[in-house]
């Protein structure tokens, strides 16, 4: 990848920045899965129950999305810089606390500072590698930089957790986010020039939106989970998510300083950069799970198989980074944007239709929607900032953060809802009964269907809004 000479930094600093920022993205994906193959130990050392498990992810995954928006207003008002640096050193003194942890509730405390640490890193690490360079071009390519190497994380994170845990103790996986942060610090420290106060705005802050904001995202992060496993509480936690967001617009609307305009949120780039992370969102989480439950519990796959399985869309994901710059180069930020969507939309409706009759359906459908979300995740995180002014990059990029997560979230819900209501009996069960086989096959073809209609309706929407910013 080729860059030339940034704005405000020589092409050393650009690449230093660039370092430090890519290591945020690598923490970001790396740390939960990595994490997830250390379940089983952790719930045997620390004698936790089923229960504490769940909450050793989903402490994690509830804070980072719950203040995401919270600090990108913040940083668009105390610097972006600032924050990250703020948030890498909170990251590493949680990640150090690790060692010292005995009990699963300490474990759970642990995963929500480090929640917090995300929330305050990832919305300004997307804004400062915007800001980096003039051109959409290098934005692009800087963006997908940071992206593959957050994937490489991924892809690699279960499998090294693996072999880590046959020789350490599982608390080594959580202190490897100690030099990551470290890395990080450095990366943005020496690369990135401090916050100029022209670029920031000091407008009130809106306490009361932030507040309702961070609830109706908590909400709707907590609620699919009990959705999930058919808690009594989950319609109520669903309405409560409800009215939190609705009051949280009405505040917005009416407050002299909103932390979020809603205007700017209108933008046709900025609304249409959301959908496309929304659709793409839907179809990710919608269809790994699908897969995930068929492979294993209808097709009887053992769990190595089934990663194998899923290694389709792992290659694509990171094999397609070097292809994304040259692809938008050609199609131009528009076209990219609804051609990737399309892509992720196409990869659902052949699941929902096809996935059924034989695994090479599958491996089709999860390398259409690596394909698509590959381009999509940049192109449309681009349209949005780029759709707002210099001085609320941060909030938008914690919008586009806080799209996907709610919406993958909302994924998960619609497919685990659907199962629930049309599978007879226990899913987790060895055994099932013919019976049992149809059902599974019909809930995740409406499932996959509903989906998919969803997600297409939001891609149209958003192309039509990029249109009439054109025009």
């Known amino acids: 990848m080729t860059l030339t000479e940034p704005r405000q930094q020589t092409l050393r600093e650009a690449w230093v920045a660039l370092a430090g920022l890519s290591a945020v993205f690598l923490f970001e994906m790396l740390d939960n899965s990595i994490l997830n193959v250390a379940l089983p130990t952790i719930g045997r050392e620390l004698h936790a129950s089923t229960v504490s498990l769940q909450w050793v992810t989903g402490a994690y995954a509830v804070v980072f999305g719950g203040l995401m928006l919270a600090f990108g207003a913040l940083a668009d008002r105390f610097g ?34 480090t929640g917090v640490a995300a929330a305050m890193t990832t919305p300004g690490s997307i804004a400062l590698a915007f800001r980096l360079f003039q051109q959409d071009s290098l934005r692009v390519r800087a963006m997908s930089l940071i992206t593959t190497v957050g994937l490489v994380g991924l892809a690699v994170g279960p499998t090294a957790g693996g072999f880590v845990l046959a020789v350490a103790p599982w608390q080594v996986l959580l202190l490897v986010n ?30 009361p939106g932030a507040l309702l904001g961070t609830a ?48 700017l949120v209108a933008r046709p780039l900025v609304s249409a950069g959301l959908a496309y992370k929304a659709a793409s969102g839907l179809a990710v989480a919608g269809l790994s799970y699908m897969v995930t439950l068929q492979l294993q519990l209808d097709w009887g796959w053992p769990p190595a198989l089934a990663a194998i399985g899923m290694l389709p869309q792992v290659v694509v994901l990171v094999a397609a ?145 990029t249109r009439s910013h054109r025009a």
């Not at 050193?89 to 642990?110: D, K, P, R, W, Y």
């Open 216 to 263: 109706a995202v908590v909400l709707a992060l907590i609620a699919p989970t009990l959705f999930v496993n058919k808690s009594s509480g989950s319609w109520a936690v669903t309405a409560a998510a409800v009215v939190a967001a609705l009051l949280f617009v009405l505040r917005e609307r009416t407050a002299r300083h909103p932390m979020l305009d809603l205007k």
């Open 321 to 465: 980074g070097p292809f994304v710059s040259r692809f938008v180069d050609w199609a131009g930020l528009d076209r990219a944007a609804w051609m990737s969507a399309t892509a992720v939309v196409a990869g659902l409706a052949v699941y929902s239709t096809l996935g059924r009759l034989g695994y090479v359906w599958v491996a089709l459908s999860l390398a259409l929607v690596a394909a698509g979300i590959r381009v999509v995740g940049v192109v449309a995180g681009v349209n949005v900032l780029r759709g707002l002014p210099e001085n609320r990059t941060s909030i938008g990029a914690a919008l586009v953060d806080t799209a996907s997560e709610v919406t993958t979230a909302a994924g998960i819900a619609v497919t685990g809802t659907i199962l629930a209501a049309l599978f007879t009996g226990t899913i987790a069960s060895s055994h099932w009964t013919s019976h049992q086989s149809t059902q599974f096959e019909h809930a995740i073809t409406i499932a996959g269907f509903t989906l998919t209609a969803v997600a297409a309706a939001l891609v149209c929407w958003a192309t039509l809004r």
């Open 80 to 113: 972006r810089r600032r924050i990250m640096l703020i948030g890498l050193t909170l990251l590493g003194a949680a990640s150090l606390a690790t060692a010292f942890v005995t009990t699963a509730e300490q474990l759970i405390a642990v995963r929500a500072v």
């Open 178 to 207: 100690v030099p990551v942060a470290v890395l990080a610090f450095i990366g943005i420290r020496t690369g990135i020039a401090a916050d100029d106060p022209a670029d920031l705005h000091r407008d009130p802050i809106d306490v």
